[in-house]
C-alpha cells in the first residue's frame, strides 16, 4: 500500500461505517475497520468520506464575464444576447484562463469529474473547444473532465454549427448537446441531435424547457425520441423549469414517462431561480423542479452548476455542496433521508448520469476521495460542510484548513 487513510466515514448502504482505506497504484485495494502496514497515514479523524464530487453541467468556456456584460433585465434572451456580443472578444487564451479559474475553484471545492458545455458556432468557431481541451490535458491530475459540443445560438437556423459540431465529436467529445428553445424549429433540432448522437455513438445532453409558462414544452417529445432510437440511459435534459409549474397529474405522467424512456434530469437551482419568474409581479414562480418526486418514480436526477459569474449566473464559488443546499431551501427538503438524497445527486446519481463505471469506494476504483467537515451526508447538505481535503487517484489533491477561534 502506498497510503492508508484512517477514521474514515463511509457510507454502506443505508448506514455508516468507520473504515481505513488501503490505496496503492491510485486505486483502492483495501476497505476494514482496521488496516495493518507500512505506509504513510492520513486521518480522517471520523469525517464523512465521500467519492469525489460530480459536476454533469458547467459552462467553462463563458465563465467570468460578468465584467463584461450587462445584467439589467435578467433574462435568458438578454444572457444569450449578452454572451454573444462578448463571444466577439475572446481567444483561446483569454477562454482557458477564465475557465482554468473556475476550473481550480471546482477542484478545491471537491469536484473531480466533471461534463463541460461548450458552445461551437460559425462565430466562436472551435477556439472554445480548443482551450477546454487544453485545460483538460492540464488539470488530468485533479480533475476528469468530459466535453459536451452544442449550439447555443441555433442549429438549423445558423449554418455552418452542424458541421462544427461533428468535428467536435470526431476529435474526442463524447457527448452532443442542443438549446431547442433557441431554435426557429425547435423539433427539427432536436430530431438532428438525435440523428447526430446515433451516428456517432454519443450520449445526449440537452438544454430543455427553460421558460416560466407551460407553453411549447419539449420534455415529452425528447422522451419519445428517446424510446425511438434506444437510447434510453443516454439522454440527460438540463433545467426543464417548465415541468415546475405543471398541474401535478401531467407532472406524475412526465415522470413516469422520464423513468420509463429512462432519461435523467439535471436541476440547475442557482441559474433557474435567477432567470425565471421575471415576467410576473406577484406568486413569482421558482423555475426549480422538485427532484423527489422524480427520483421516486425512478429517474436518475443530478444537481450541478451551470453558470458562474455570467450574464446566466452572475454568482458562484464552484461549491456543489452549496448547490445542492440551495436546491434544499427552494424545495422545502427537511427530511433526513431527503437531505441526503441531496448528497447523492452531486454524487452517485450524477456518476450514474455520465455513465462512470468506475465510480464509487470500493476496492479496485480510482482512490478519489473527498473528506467533508461532517459526520453524515443531510449534515453536508443542511450546514454546507466544507470539503478538508480531496486525493484524486490516490494523490491529495487540494487541502483547506478548519477555520479556528481565538476565546479571549
Same mark, same amino acid.
Given at each position: 500500500?502506498?497510503?492508508? /487513510?484512517?477514521?474514515?466515514?463511509?457510507?454502506?448502504?443505508? +448506514?455508516?461505517?468507520?473504515?481505513?482505506?488501503?490505496?496503492?497504484?491510485?486505486?483502492?485495494?483495501?476497505? @476494514?475497520?482496521?488496516?495493518? !502496514? =507500512?505506509?504513510?497515514?492520513?486521518?480522517?479523524?471520523?469525517?464523512? $468520506?465521500?467519492?469525489?464530487? $460530480?459536476?454533469?453541467?458547467?459552462?467553462?468556456?463563458?465563465?467570468?464575464?460578468? =465584467?463584461?456584460?450587462?445584467?439589467?433585465?435578467?433574462?435568458?434572451?438578454?444572457?444569450?444576447?449578452?454572451?454573444?456580443?462578448?463571444?466577439?472578444?475572446?481567444?483561446? #487564451?483569454?477562454?482557458?484562463?477564465?475557465?482554468?479559474?473556475?476550473? #481550480?475553484?471546482?477542484?478545491?471545492?471537491?469536484?473531480?469529474?466533471?461534463?463541460?458545455?461548450?458552445?461551437?458556432?460559425?462565430?466562436?468557431?472551435?477556439?472554445?473547444?480548443? *482551450?477546454?481541451?487544453?485545460? !483538460?490535458?492540464?488539470?488530468?491530475?485533479?480533475?476528469?473532465?468530459?466535453?459536451?459540443?452544442?449550439?447555443?445560438?441555433?442549429?438549423?437556423?445558423?449554418?455552418?454549427?452542424?458541421?462544427?459540431?461533428?468535428?467536435?465529436?470526431?476529435?474526442? @467529445?463524447?457527448?452532443?448537446?442542443?438549446?431547442?428553445?433557441?431554435?426557429?424549429?425547435?423539433?427539427?433540432?432536436?430530431?438532428?441531435?438525435?440523428?447526430?448522437?446515433? &451516428?456517432?455513438? %454519443?450520449?445526449? &445532453?440537452?438544454?430543455? &424547457?427553460? @421558460?416560466?409558462?407551460?407553453?411549447?414544452?419539449?420534455?415529452?417529445?425528447?422522451?419519445?425520441?428517446? #424510446?425511438?432510437? +434506444?437510447?434510453?440511459?443516454? /439522454?440527460?435534459?438540463?433545467? *426543464?423549469?417548465?415541468?415546475?409549474?405543471?398541474?401535478? *397529474?401531467?407532472?406524475?405522467?412526465?415522470? @413516469?414517462?422520464?423513468?420509463?424512456?429512462?432519461?435523467?434530469?439535471?436541476?440547475?437551482?442557482?441559474?433557474?431561480?435567477?432567470?425565471?419568474?421575471?415576467?410576473?409581479?406577484?406568486?413569482?414562480?421558482?423555475?426549480? $423542479?422538485?427532484?423527489?418526486?422524480?427520483? !421516486?418514480?425512478?429517474?436518475?436526477?443530478?444537481?450541478?452548476?451551470?453558470? $458562474?459569474?455570467?450574464?446566466?449566473?452572475?454568482?458562484?464559488?464552484?461549491?456543489?455542496?452549496?448547490?445542492?443546499?440551495?436546491?434544499?431551501?427552494?424545495?422545502? %427538503?427537511?427530511?433526513?433521508?431527503?437531505?441526503?438524497?441531496?448528497?447523492?445527486?452531486?454524487?452517485?446519481?450524477?456518476?450514474?448520469?455520465?455513465?462512470?463505471?468506475?465510480? +464509487?469506494?470500493?476496492?479496485?476504483?480510482?482512490?478519489?476521495? %473527498?473528506?467533508?467537515?461532517?459526520?453524515?451526508?443531510?449534515?453536508?447538505?443542511?450546514?454546507?460542510?466544507?470539503?478538508?481535503? +480531496?486525493?484524486?487517484?490516490?494523490?491529495?489533491?487540494?487541502?483547506?484548513?478548519?477555520?479556528?477561534?481565538?476565546?479571549?
Amino acid at each position: 500500500m502506498d497510503t492508508i /487513510v484512517r477514521n474514515a466515514r463511509l457510507l454502506q448502504g443505508s +448506514g455508516l461505517v468507520l473504515q481505513d482505506i488501503g490505496i496503492g497504484d491510485g486505486k483502492i485495494v483495501a476497505l @476494514a475497520p482496521q488496516l495493518h !502496514a =507500512d505506509a504513510p497515514v492520513i486521518d480522517a479523524e471520523g469525517m464523512l $468520506v465521500v467519492p469525489g464530487l $460530480v459536476e454533469t453541467h458547467i459552462h467553462l468556456d463563458k465563465t467570468c464575464i460578468l =465584467d463584461r456584460c450587462r445584467t439589467e433585465e435578467g433574462t435568458v434572451q438578454e444572457a444569450v444576447r449578452e454572451t454573444a456580443t462578448a463571444k466577439r472578444g475572446f481567444t483561446a #487564451e483569454d477562454i482557458y484562463t477564465r475557465a482554468k479559474r473556475t476550473l #481550480e475553484r471546482c477542484i478545491m471545492q471537491g469536484t473531480m469529474r466533471m461534463r463541460t458545455h461548450v458552445e461551437l458556432d460559425p462565430g466562436i468557431r472551435m477556439m472554445g473547444f480548443d *482551450a477546454v481541451e487544453q485545460l !483538460a490535458r492540464d488539470y488530468a491530475w485533479g480533475m476528469d473532465l468530459e466535453i459536451c459540443v452544442f449550439p447555443q445560438e441555433g442549429l438549423t437556423n445558423n449554418p455552418g454549427t452542424e458541421e462544427l459540431l461533428i468535428e467536435g465529436l470526431r476529435r474526442g @467529445a463524447k457527448v452532443i448537446g442542443a438549446v431547442p428553445y433557441f431554435d426557429t424549429d425547435p423539433r427539427g433540432q432536436i430530431d438532428r441531435i438525435f440523428a447526430i448522437a446515433r &451516428d456517432h455513438d %454519443v450520449d445526449i &445532453d440537452m438544454h430543455l &424547457d427553460l @421558460a416560466d409558462s407551460t407553453d411549447g414544452m419539449q420534455i415529452e417529445y425528447v422522451c419519445r425520441k428517446t #424510446e425511438e432510437y +434506444g437510447w434510453g440511459g443516454r /439522454v440527460a435534459v438540463g433545467h *426543464a423549469t417548465q415541468m415546475s409549474l405543471v398541474e401535478k *397529474a401531467r407532472f406524475d405522467a412526465i415522470a @413516469a414517462q422520464l423513468a420509463r424512456a429512462e432519461v435523467a434530469v439535471t436541476i440547475l437551482p442557482s441559474t433557474d431561480l435567477y432567470l425565471m419568474g421575471r415576467t410576473h409581479d406577484h406568486a413569482i414562480p421558482r423555475g426549480v $423542479v422538485h427532484a423527489e418526486p422524480l427520483r !421516486a418514480a425512478g429517474v436518475t436526477c443530478s444537481i450541478s452548476t451551470n453558470n $458562474v459569474l455570467n450574464p446566466f449566473t452572475p454568482y458562484g464559488d464552484a461549491s456543489l455542496i452549496r448547490m445542492a443546499n440551495l436546491y434544499a431551501n427552494v424545495c422545502h %427538503v427537511a427530511r433526513l433521508a431527503e437531505l441526503a438524497g441531496c448528497l447523492d445527486m452531486i454524487t452517485t446519481s450524477s456518476a450514474r448520469l455520465m455513465r462512470l463505471e468506475d465510480y +464509487g469506494i470500493e476496492e479496485g476504483r480510482p482512490a478519489d476521495l %473527498v473528506a467533508i467537515d461532517a459526520a453524515s451526508p443531510s449534515e453536508t447538505i443542511a450546514t454546507i460542510a466544507q470539503p478538508l481535503w +480531496g486525493m484524486k487517484k490516490g494523490r491529495l489533491s487540494f487541502r483547506r484548513a478548519r477555520p479556528e477561534l481565538f476565546a479571549p
